[in-house]
């Protein structure tokens, strides 16, 4: 794990616009930006990516919603 999350990273650093919260076209991404002949690396880092991504957009929302005052 210590390695998918460690490539994840590097890749989110180098390309932060090109990845979306969207698994397929991560995979895509990946097989363009890399050469990575194991579809289960792939797959798992794909899918690293894709948890990161959407865990920081839920992060943005909840930062976005206005709190309810009682």
């Known amino acids: 794990m210590d390695r998918i999350r460690r490539i994840s990273q590097t890749l989110l650093q180098r390309y932060p616009v090109r990845f979306t919260t969207d698994f397929e076209k991560n995979n895509e991404v990946l097989s363009e930006l890399t050469i990575i002949s194991s579809k289960t690396l792939r797959n798992h880092i ?25």
């Open 46 to 70: 794909a899918g690293y990516i894709t948890k990161t991504l959407k865990a920081g957009v839920e992060e943005e929302e909840v930062i976005a919603e206005p709190q309810a005052v009682q």
